[in-house]
């Protein structure tokens, strides 16, 4: 502190009451435009950036507003969505559901007992549920394109595997139950 007391002694001249000269008013404005300049451009910069911010809540609130409102809805257990199939293919689907379904009506009859009956169609249907669920995968990737031969193949072969699971269950009954196994007659163990 005594160092500045001791130049404002020795310079008290220049400390008196007289107005600063012109030259003086010149470059304080000019340091003054300077620091406003910096000023103006640090709160553009500033601007730009709410600005930008803002552009981007905005874009992605949009975007996700418009996401949610026009998504297709997903179909419900009540909601069927009908596939045309050209005339051949859908008579060769029929044909391998048709069998399907009659293999299904078999093991009632093969069946000593309804229990029994009851056990190897919830098995079967463990297994057809697996098979569908792919089967409706296909589906829907053959409806985006239903020109595609390699669905058709997939369409036809994942039914066919649905009559050789249900055939299969069959056979394995008609042989546990026709005496081939005459110590066991008991519930078929999958």
Known sequence: MLQLEDKIRKHADKFNEREPSAEHF???????????????????????????TALALLSASYFTYYVLSNRPAQPSSSQVTRIVFSEELSEVLDYYEAVSKLKEDEIEQLAPSPEEAATIRKHAARQMENIDASLAQIEKEYMKDPGNEQFRALLVNTKRKKLEVMDQITRQMEISYSGYHAGNKSTIRF
């Open 26 to 52: 010149s470059r304080f404005y000019k340091r003054l435009e300077e620091q406003a300049a910096r000023r103006r451009i640090i709160n553009r910069k500033k601007a730009f950036s709410y600005a930008a």
